[in-house]
Every structure is written in C-alpha cells, then in structure tokens.
C-alpha cells in the first residue's frame, strides 16, 4: 500500500523544489529522514514473508500519522 521508489523520489523533489522558491521568504525548511530496518530480513526468515509486509506497513501508517499536508512517507 506504500509508494514505490520513483513516486516518492518525484513527489520528493517536487516538495523541495517549491520549498526553496519561497525559502527566503518564508524561513521554511525541509529534510529526508531515512528509517534503517536492523535484522528486517531475519524478522521475515522467522515469521514470514507477509508478516514482514505488515510491519512495513504498520511502520508506514504510523508515520503517516504525523505527516502534515506537503509531506510524504515511503515505506
């Protein structure tokens, strides 16, 4: 249920793009978190392949909890 790679890769720029034309006026920042999954392939060895999709996407609708309007989450 999450985006791929080159969705969040475009919708990504897209946001930074805009956030640096009103960057001087606007004081706005932004910034890319990358969230490191330690062991996740021995997480899915023990418990399987779809218990491991839905950890990601637990993790992934977790984030989304907290996301404002112009920001986005890849899971």
């Known amino acids: ?5 080159q969705y969040f890769a475009d919708k990504g720029n897209k946001i930074i793009r805009k956030w640096r034309r009103y960057k001087k006026s ?19 060895s023990c ?7 839905e950890l990601l ?3 992934g609708e977790a984030l989304k909890l907290d996301l404002y309007r112009n920001e986005i989450v890849r899971t």
């Open 1 to 5: 249920g999450g985006y791929n790679f």
């Open 26 to 44: 606007s004081g706005k920042k932004y910034a890319v978190v990358v969230i490191r999954m330690e062991k996740y392939r021995n997480f899915c």
């Open 47 to 53: 418990y399987g392949v779809k218990e491991g999709e």
């Open 57 to 59: 996407e637990g993790l």
